[in-house]
């Protein structure tokens, strides 16, 4: 990351204007915001790693996950060549890992099956950091044109079908085939509901104000028809309804440096293939949503200076045991819009999330399991509509067909 003390005097100078008193209100308001809804995001990309038999680890993982997104938000938004620049952890990413996890329950007995989970992400986002580095200090920020278009579309909208199979895993969905005849399906209809109107918001652009009141709507929706038929919160919990059972207390996660030690690595090395494919993926990607953050607000943005900060975020998030992130374009650029670029507000935002895990899993107890499945149909179907219908304009036929042949693989036989 550039020492140049003009650009750290330009960082501290942007910053601190966000925070004078004509700015202050919306800075605040606009990063608590983004927290909160990326917060919830983050429960729910963390949900597709963590379920099935790794549920029970499920809020090891949510500390895991909101104190490492917090981190590669905080590092982002004070190394960033562009003011309000705002990052977590990846959808793509996190589907990856997620059948990678499930592959290695299968092989792994006993206790060390979740030490190798934890390690193999740990270890994911590492290498995605330093991958991130070395681009960024070669000076490979171009590099994203030599990729051709299909491979990258077929791999980001695959990665939206696996995200669409993951969300009906968690609202106990086993296949799109059983969508009508399971007993679990009452949760699909919301959860449909959920992710039409996010789609709908993403279209129309309404901003992550929006995305909070829907949120707080089916929240609050949900315990009121709960209350209205008399059912007590423990039975809302036993039936799967809610997301949980939390312990009490925080949900700061600890050290992940006992399961480095007690993992299996050859079950890691057993699932290269999809870990490469994260570090293929995400370094282009940032690339390309960089390209389009330049189109959308009109401002230069540094692509090697990009690469150096979110490869040092990374690192820290490898470090406390995180997936591996970066940019959210949608809010970045929603934000830019509704405020301008808000260095504070990007700043803002991990310190809410912190704020989540300090309050603890009584909260998220709350939150309806349809609500954190309809997320993740949302973002998965934003994939698949952004790379399999949209991006049909910019290719030849060929072409187009090689991304569906893409997909059509990562759907049949996997990364």
Do not use: C
Not at 321 to 335: C, K, W
Request: hydrophobic content about 55%.
């Amino acid at each position: 990351m550039s020492h140049d003390p003009r650009e750290v005097g330009g960082r501290w100078q942007s910053l601190k204007a966000d925070f004078e008193p004509g700015a202050i209100a919306s800075t605040l308001t606009t990063g608590i915001v983004l927290g909160l809804v990326n917060a919830l995001l983050t429960i729910a990309l963390i949900s597709l790693i963590f379920r099935g038999d790794l549920r029970d680890a499920l809020p090891m993982g949510v500390g895991l996950g909101l104190v490492s997104s917090a981190a590669l938000a905080f590092v982002v938004a004070l190394g960033s060549s562009f003011p309000g620049l705002y990052a977590g952890i990846q959808d793509a990413s996190s589907a990856i890992i997620g059948i990678s996890a499930a592959s290695v329950i299968g092989v792994v007995i006993g206790s060390r099956s979740l030490d190798t989970v934890l390690a193999m992400i740990a270890v994911t986002s590492l290498a995605t950091g330093l991958v991130f580095l070395a681009m960024g200090y070669l000076g490979w920020g171009e590099i994203a044109k030599f990729v051709p278009f299909p491979v990258i579309g077929g791999l980001l909208a695959g990665t939206g079908y696996l995200i669409l199979i993951g969300s009906l895993g968690i609202l106990g969905v086993g296949s799109p085939a059983d969508a009508a005849a399971s007993e679990s399906a009452g949760l699909l209809w919301p959860a449909l509901v959920v992710a039409v109107l996010f789609f709908l918001s993403t279209r129309r652009g309404w901003g992550s104000r929006a995305y909070l009141l829907l949120l707080v709507a089916a929240i609050v929706g949900f315990h009121i028809v709960v209350g209205v038929l008399g059912l007590p919160r423990s039975e809302t919990l036993d039936k799967g309804w809610l997301l949980g059972p939390f312990p009490e207390g925080g949900l700061w996660p600890g050290s992940v440096v006992g399961a480095l030690a007690d993992a299996d690595w050859a079950a890691i090395a057993g699932e290269m293939t999809g870990l490469v494919t994260i570090l293929l993926i995400l370094p282009i990607t940032l690339l390309l949503y960089i390209s389009a953050l330049e189109v959308e607000t009109k401002a230069d943005v540094d692509m090697n200076r990009e690469l150096r900060a979110t490869g040092w975020a990374n690192l820290v998030a490898g470090t406390i045991g995180g997936p591996p992130g970066y940019m959210y374009l949608a809010d970045t650029v929603i934000t830019a819009r509704l405020v301008g670029p808000r260095r504070g507000a990007a700043v803002v935002a991990p310190l809410a999330i912190i704020g989540v895990v300090a309050v603890g899993g009584a909260a998220l107890e709350l939150l309806p399991q349809f609500v954190i499945g309809g997320m993740l149909l949302f973002v998965g179907a934003e994939f698949i509509y952004e790379w399999l219908w949209v991006s049909r304009r910019r290719m030849a036929v060929p072409d187009y067909v090689l991304l569906w042949a893409i997909v059509l693989i990562i759907a049949t036989v996997g990364f």
